[in-house]
């Protein structure tokens, strides 16, 4: 699985208390030769690891180390490397297993614990950007999962949707006195209503920007039947068959998403700004780590591929040596960014990634604080 699949749904499912141990495996990986004829080989020493500490773990029975042992197994058999990312996640219980390739590296580590580690899931989502895209027309509604300068159609949610086909009244017309208007026949109306239904619906699961594309008279009866349509940051009013190819849905909307970007820039911009002024603004890793934890975060901007490997020393954090990993030293946390990340959402914080070196003056990430 990819980012994609990480509802908010699936996240509670994820997080969910199981019997010990959920095993969670994360490793870096390379998305090209040569750099990628190395990850097999680690993958293999790393599922040797899971197995002498499953081995060794007094609270694990023969049992349960050999249903986890052939799960990794599996896992390790389905691993597609032709979709090599930048991370790997494997995720196994007795009972089951899940394998991710994420956009954004992780550390190379094997946890034991009660319920599965999703701190590389939730930071890799968040650098994904994702959004939704609904192209719309009179007889047909098409929802497009966006990410990563790539675009794909999404069955989910119902979609796609296709109106009922209505047999042609002569009589109606007559009487009407001309062919009206598609948009202004109930029936139309009513599949709006629907589409607009299902939207509000998908935006409720996996809340992220919205884009639409129709015809305008498309675009103002979604808006005028519906909710779903008007939080759209950016509108394309185009004619959107139901082929539509993804290029060609993707070259219609970069205008749409390239104002998109450009208008989240400037809101952080404007509200690190404010943050300044107003003394309520934290720069750098331990001083934004500190205010996650107290709970005053509501935006966090960091930078593209900021990581840092550090030690939790009383609560604050200390850069430790190259090279220094969690084996060697329990309180080193490899993949620290992430972690914050993810304390970060589950406080209702905005996370937003931004380009490498422009916070270079603030540690390479800043927050602007609620009080």
């Known amino acids: 699985m990819d980012t994609d699949a990480l509802t908010a749904g699936l996240l509670r499912e994820l997080r969910a208390t199981r019997p010990y141990p959920a095993l969670s495996l994360t490793m870096p990986t ?7 004829n190395q990850d097999p080989v680690r993958l293999r020493n790393l599922v040797a690891e899971a197995g002498h500490r ?8 023969r049992e349960t180390a050999a249903a986890i042992r052939a799960e990794l197994e599996r896992a390790v058999d389905e691993v597609d490397p032709r979709r090599a990312l930048d991370s790997l996640v494997i995720l ?6 899940q394998i991710w390739q994420l956009p954004r590296t992780a550390p190379e580590r094997v946890v034991l614990s009660d319920s599965y580690l999703t701190r590389n899931l939730v930071a890799a989502k968040a650098q994904a950007r994702p959004y939704w895209a609904l192209t719309v027309a009179a007889d047909h ?4 999962n966006g990410r990563d300068g790539g675009i794909e159609v999404r069955e989910t949610g119902g979609f796609p949707l296709t109106a009922p086909k209505e047999a042609p009244n002569p009589q109606r017309e007559e009487r009407i006195g001309d062919t009206p208007s598609t948009f202004t ?7 709006f209503r629907t589409v607009d239904q299902k939207l509000r619906a998908v935006l409720a ?5 919205l884009y639409v594309m129709g015809l305008p008279p498309a ?30 849905v993707l070259k219609e909307l970069r205008p749409a998403l390239e104002e998109g970007a450009r208008q989240a820039t400037a809101d952080v911009e404007r509200r690190l700004d404010n943050a300044r002024s107003a003394h309520a603004f934290a720069a750098g890793l331990d001083e934004v780590w500190a205010a996650v934890r107290e709970g005053r975060v509501g935006l966090i901007a960091v930078e593209e591929h900021f990581q840092a490997t550090v030690r939790v020393t009383e609560g604050h954090l200390e850069p430790v040596a190259e090279g220094t990993t969690q084996a060697d030293d329990p309180e080193v946390r490899e993949d620290i960014v992430d972690e914050l990340i993810e304390a970060a959402l589950d406080g209702g914080a905005d996370v937003v990634f931004v380009e490498d070196d422009s916070l270079a003056g603030h540690g ?4 602007a604080l609620r009080f």
Do not use: C, M
Not at 30 to 36: L, V, Y
């Open 92 to 97: 196994a219980t007795a009972d089951e297993h």
């Open 30 to 36: 390379h998305r090209t030769a040569p750099d990628n």
């Open 364 to 367: 390479r990430i800043a927050a």
């Open 54 to 61: 499953l081995d060794a773990d007094p609270q694990v029975s």
């Open 219 to 248: 675009l103002s009866l979604l808006d005028e039947v519906g909710e779903g349509s008007k939080a759209a940051v950016g509108r394309v009013a185009k004619g959107a068959p139901a082929d539509l190819p993804p290029a060609e």
């Open 205 to 209: 699961a996996d809340p992220r920007p």
């Open 141 to 144: 509604a098409t929802l497009w």
């Open 185 to 191: 026949y109930e029936d139309t109306r009513n599949f």
